[in-house]
């Protein structure tokens, strides 16, 4: 956890910005300059699709930090957590590189983000995966 933590937390805490930022976007109200938001922003179906990400990343954050949490207690079962979160994480990042692939929308600010959401898991989670087996594995 020593070295996943840095990328749990600032993943975790970066959704949760994202969409306290995009909150006061869906009541109207400009927060951002329009530059930073993606292409077709507010057409009503890219509108949808973003939002539709809302219920996995909170999930996936509040997992995330609930296992940063519980690893500094010494409870072991942040493991489980830990491995939800990352695999939850590389599903958002994954979805969404697919989704721009699929639209042949390259914008090199937003596909980072998203390489980087599907990547950073993949470094701890088969270790973490393993970890968490049950310990019957070894006796089958």
């Known amino acids: ?47 949808a699709w973003n939002w539709s990400f809302f219920p996995l990343d909170m999930v996936l954050s509040v997992c995330g930090l609930l296992a ?29 590189i697919s989704f721009w692939t699929i639209r042949l929308d390259f914008d090199p600010s937003w596909w980072a983000v998203n390489l980087f959401l599907m990547f950073w898991p993949l470094f701890f989670l088969p270790r973490l995966t393993w970890a968490t087996a049950p310990e019957s594995r070894g006796s089958q």
Do not use: N, Q
């Open 68 to 96: 940063v949490r519980r690893h500094s207690r010494g409870d072991r079962s942040w493991r489980p957590l830990a491995a939800f979160s990352l695999a939850l994480t590389f599903c958002a990042g994954f979805m969404a």
């Open 1 to 47: 956890m020593k070295r996943m933590r840095p990328f749990v937390i600032a993943t975790d805490i970066g959704f949760i910005l994202y969409w306290l930022i995009s909150l006061p976007l869906l009541l109207g109200m400009d927060v951002v300059p329009a530059s930073w938001l993606f292409k077709d922003y507010h057409d009503p179906l890219v509108y």
